[in-house]
């Protein structure tokens, strides 16, 4: 995988006269395996920019049935998408998008006793999913195997995005900053709202993370909230937690 095709050549142009990333960085897009846990209202943005941007295998990962109240958010799916999986939806749409790349796709919920099955493939992992058992088990696994998590969530009008580059070993965790505990309750967008346009600002930041990640233009982890009334951003410093019982401290 040392070169592009002809077509290639002409679709990612414009990568190619950036000098962040050139050839040198599409081939190692080409040469990227990242997994996409959730193909909902961030999955649909990230893996609509991560499929045009060139990644060369993508897996997508949800059990979820594509649904009416969907469509106010998840730009992945049409009207003629309703029942269907949305795996197998998104799959044939990121396929019309670029048909030079590979899609595998799995209908499950992923959990601590399929997430190696899943993922073994994986250079990196997204995490759009929209509750905390699926965030602490991709973060389980991310961890244990030493692979990028990017991890995503918008509630409401409120967004976050993280990154933490477990090839490091002195890298915090999910668990760093958001303790596991089984008061936590369940809010999402079903039961709490969320107004659309931020899903569309969140994932897309974690597909430009995903790409930074691979061409190398980070380092270390990533703490971003984003305001989407006040349009205002925060970054903030990730340290690990010596009492996290996700990662040992």
Partial sequence: MDKLSDKETLRYSRHLLLKEVGLEGQLALKAAT??????????????LYLAAAGIGTLILIDDDGVELSNLQR???YKINHLGQSKVA????VLASLNNQIDIV???QKLDNNNAAGLLNNADIVLDCSDNF????????????????LITGAAIASSGQLMGFDFRQNNSP??????????????????????ISPLLGVVG???AQLTLNMLLGHVVGSVFITFDALSLKQQHFKV??????KECGG
């Fill in 239 to 244: 340290v690990k937690d010596s009492n996290c």
């Fill in 34 to 47: 990242v997994a996409v846990v959730g193909a909902g209202g961030l999955g649909s943005p990230a893996l």
């Fill in 173 to 194: 965790c999910y668990g760093c900053v958001f303790a596991k505990s089984d008061a936590t309750p369940a809010v999402n967008c079903s039961n709490a709202g969320v």
């Fill in 105 to 107: 796709t799995h209908c």
């Fill in 133 to 148: 058992a699926t965030r602490y088990s991709v973060n389980h696994y991310c961890f244990t195997h030493k692979l990028p």
């Fill in 74 to 76: 998840q730009v992945l």
């Fill in 204 to 206: 897309s930041m974690q």
């Fill in 89 to 92: 939806a998104a799959g044939k």
